[in-house]
């Protein structure tokens, strides 16, 4: 992928980070875009093909081509729409997520664990299960619609907010990636004016930041004095098609049902 260097290019996106980035897509394997174009296929010109997101991500110049819609069915019934971004848009997206995440994930709650690296669901698991003998409550909420709703202009602030003067690039291209439309199964494509394909790179880094503005330290803001910290079992998911619902099971008084010992104060854990 060597030929030119980054003199010159508007941007400094360093070799190596498209490098990483493609490895980790390679290691998450995943299916053909709207180009068709299967990951085999991609490595089979691999030096020309890193070589031109590399190019024109440090030009400025590069543009997302629309993002697959693929209709997968839900366990309850119905059908989740995800996206799938052609290979080589989702190394592109992958170098944004890692630019990204060399800050996020140092103002990440300790207590949050979806979509991070080294982290994962048994890890939530493993702290309810510890936590769940001291507090005697459970709140399991579901935020509804998330990727399809989320507003864009939220998120932007969120991006904006922390890269530095040198990654102005990663806030133009989260913007063109939000703005992608989708290609439909009929060949149609749908404009969309908020929310963040499922299924993109991008799009777990990018809701991790927004609910770190809008629940992690809304929660600190507001129950900070009323609970200390969040250590009691409440997970937040965003994925889902519904809204909130009880992860307990309450007593006829609308309580937690408990057993007697158990602590009787709440206190909030992130999600």
């Not at 299916?31 to 997101?53: C, H, M, P, T, W």
């Not at 309810?128 to 909420?141: A, G, P, S």
């Not at 040198?166 to 060949?187: C, E, K, N, S």
């Not at 880094?205 to 507001?222: E, I, K, P, Q, T």
Request: proline content about 6%; aromatic content about 10%.
């Amino acid at each position: 992928m060597s030929r030119s260097g980054p003199e010159g290019k508007p941007f400094q996106i360093p070799k190596q980070l498209v490098w990483e980035a493609y490895r980790r897509v390679r290691a998450n394997k995943g299916a053909a875009g709207v180009d068709g174009q299967s990951l085999a296929e991609f490595e089979s010109d691999l030096r020309n093909n890193l070589y031109k997101i590399w190019n024109r991500m440090s030009s400025g110049t590069y543009f997302p081509p629309p993002v697959m819609a693929v209709e997968i069915p839900k366990a309850a019934g119905g059908t989740r729409v995800l996206g799938v971004p052609t290979v080589a848009d989702r190394v592109a997206q992958t170098v944004a997520a890692m630019a990204l995440e060399a800050r996020t994930e140092s103002i990440f709650h300790a207590d949050s664990y979806g979509y991070r690296r080294r982290r994962g669901a048994l890890d939530a698991v493993a702290a309810c299960r510890q936590r769940c003998w001291k507090k005697d409550w459970v709140i399991d909420i579901d935020v509804q619609d998330f990727f399809d709703s989320v507003p864009w202009d939220l998120m932007v602030k969120a991006v904006e907010a922390n890269i530095t003067t040198g990654q102005t690039w990663v806030l133009l291209y989260v913007r063109r990636w939000l703005a992608a439309p989708l290609q439909l199964p009929d060949g149609a494509l749908a404009r969309r004016d908020r929310g963040t394909p499922q299924g993109s790179a991008i799009s777990p880094v990018l809701a991790n930041l927004f609910m770190h503005y809008a629940f992690d330290l809304f929660l600190d803001r507001n129950f900070r004095a009323i609970c200390g910290r969040r250590d009691c079992a409440l997970r937040v998911g965003t994925a889902g098609p519904r809204g909130a619902g009880r992860a307990y099971q309450p007593d006829g008084r609308g309580r937690a049902a408990v057993a007697p010992d158990q602590d009787q104060n709440c206190v909030l854990q992130g999600r």
